[in-house]
C-alpha cells in the first residue's frame, strides 16, 4: 500500500480488502452531496449531520448491493424530526430530505438520535431497477441507541448476520464514513484457518475502534489505512464517484399539477398569476402560466391512455 497524493474533492466511495482475510471495507466521503442538500434548506446542525450521515450509510450499502436499483435510508417519528429520507439511485446517485415540526421545540439532549426522533422508526428499502427479477425488500431498523452507525450496525447483525463495524463522522461541511464487514471464511477451511481469520477480525476492529472522529473527516482513505491497519496489507479499489441528483422533472411536475381538480387551478391561477410546482428535493421550480396549463390539459386530454376525449 502506498500513499497516493491528495485526491480530488469529490464525492467518492472506494472499496479495500485485507489480503488473504476474508474481511472487505469500504470508505466514502460526501462533500458536494453535503452542499446540496443544504442548499435546498437549511437544517440544525444536528439534522444536517445525521442527513448526512443516512447518505453516507446509503451509499455503503448501495455499493454493496448485486443490482443498480435504489437503496433508501427512512425514517419516521413523533417528535421535532418528523420524517428523514435519504436514497442512492444506481450505486451513485443520492437525493434526501428531512422534514422537521414548527411546533415543537429541539429536544434538549440534541446529540441523541432517538430523542429527534421519539418512538421512531428507520426502514432500510432495497428497490431493484425496473424490469428486475429480484423483489424489493424493506428491512426495519430498531432505532434504540444514540447514533445513527450503533443502529445500523446493529441492524446488519441481526439481519444479515454480518459482524461490521461502522463509523460515522461530520464536520458541518462533510460527511465521512468508514465500515468493515467480516465475511464466512473461505470454504473448505480448516478450524486453525477458520479461528486465525477471527482472531485477525478482532485485531482489526480493535484498531479500527481507535479512530477518532477528527481523523475519520480529514485523512484521505489510503493515509487512513496505514494509520488503522498498518499491519495488515490491505488493497484500495479505484474510487465510485457519486453525486446528488435528483429524479423530478417537468413532466413530474405536469402529473402533479394534474391531480388538482381544475376549479382548483383556475382559483389559484386567478389569485397568482402563475403556479409554481417546487420540488422539495432540489429545488427546482417548475412554473405554469395561464397558457402552459391550457396546454397541460390538451395534452393530456389528447393522449392516447386517457380514455376518450370528453
Ligand atoms: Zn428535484
Redesign the pocket.
Known sequence: MKITTKEPNTDRLHRFTFENLPIRGQWVRLTQTVAAANAVRSYPTEINHLLSQMFAAAALFADNLKFEGAVALQSRGQGKLIRTLAECREQKFL?GIAHLSEDKPAPKQADNLCAWFENGQLALSLVPPEGSQQAPYQGFVPLEQPTLALNLETYLKNSEQISSRLFLANTDESVTGLIIQRLPSKDGATEINAAADEEAWHTIVTLAETISDTELVTLEPSELLIRLFAEFPCRIHPPRELGYK???SRDKSDRTLRMLAPAEIKSLLDELGSIDVD?E????RYSYDAVDVDQLHRTHANAPDNGPVQ
Not at 428535493?281 to 427546482?284: E, K, Q, R, V
Open positions: 437525493r435528483c429524479t423530478c420540488c428535493f432540489c429545488g427546482t
